[in-house]
């Protein structure tokens, strides 16, 4: 018999059975009705989840693919951009932005450290920007920003703000409207609970109108493409039917949960694996703190290399857990909890983990991790 596998990264993430079942439906046609109410379904909980009245535009690419769609419709070279950067997916933004010609001024902080709106006011008071883009939850460090503050700082220097909620939405609140965000970029494998291949935007009014006179090339990710074919309920290309069908199930498992409790859950979710963690004695790279739902990073000890651990876990055990990036690769490793999880899928990463800390000789408290963190979590409902 094959070993059972688990997949505890932060996207892709695991997909529940009704989901993976509406992918494996037989294929329907993209011009026909059938298809034209899956999408009209999909994009109208897809504006619940975003909580927006906004248009949303669902793209067959991966989340970097609608993040270059914002870039390509929001800005001519030479335009002004305030990039955000507090990791890997910050520092992504900064380049695409500047392949397209754009002129970005970075706020960068150390990978691990949390953006803060007064620096963010202060940037853009002495180098004025167009468009300033956030990370909502940073995947490489499990930093997650307050959105809501920078996004009020973007709006009083007049900026419109795009925000990468790939890793986060449906995870960690997000309030599009009610925040003023112009656009909200996301993608259909993390908490989506969506195989990969799809990715969203919401577009503002603000930003529709600044995209008409924008001079960047664009033909596949123009937004107008999108908005003409919408018109007539349909996509302007083909688009992946199968995960399409899928998406729109997960979505409704996750408005039938409620945001409040996903959001909730989440938060459990988060502390319960920091807390098993620092019952073993490993310390924390990700905040300590209850914003911090979407991925836990954590140092090894010092003597022991993260990248072993992780290929341990997946060969010893079956468990894939996600790496360090950069500089962080040798002492960091990732355990996501994003989407179809619960407290179980916790104490497994962690029982796992400390068993293979202990074979590589580490020294940690051991039967301490999977307690905790039931207890944790029980807490965490309880104050819920
Ligand atoms: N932004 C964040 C915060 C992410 O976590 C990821 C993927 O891990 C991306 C962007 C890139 O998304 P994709 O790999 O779907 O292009």
Redesign the pocket.
Known sequence: MARKRYLFT??PTPVPEDVLAATAAPVIHHRGPDFKRLLAETLGRLQQVCRTDNEVILFT?????A?ESAVANLLSPGDRVLAVSQGE?GE?WHKLASAYGADVTPLSYAWGETPRAEDLAAALSSTPADIVFV??????TGVVADVQALAAAAKDADALVVI?A???LGAVPLETDAWGIDVV?S?S??ALMTP?GL?IATVSAAAWERSESVTSPRFYFDWRRYRKALEVGSTPFTPAVATVAGLNVALGRLLDEGLENAFARHAALGRACREGAKAMGLELFSPDEERSAVVTAILTPEDVDARELVLALRDRHGITVAGGHGEMASRLFRIGHIGWFDVFDITIALAAVELVLVDMGAQIETGAAVTRALEAYAEAVTAA
């Open positions: 932060p996207g690419a991966s989340g970097t693919g993040f997916f992504r990370v909502q939850s940073e995947t490489s990468d790939v890793s986060s970029i993608g494998q993390k990969p990715a």
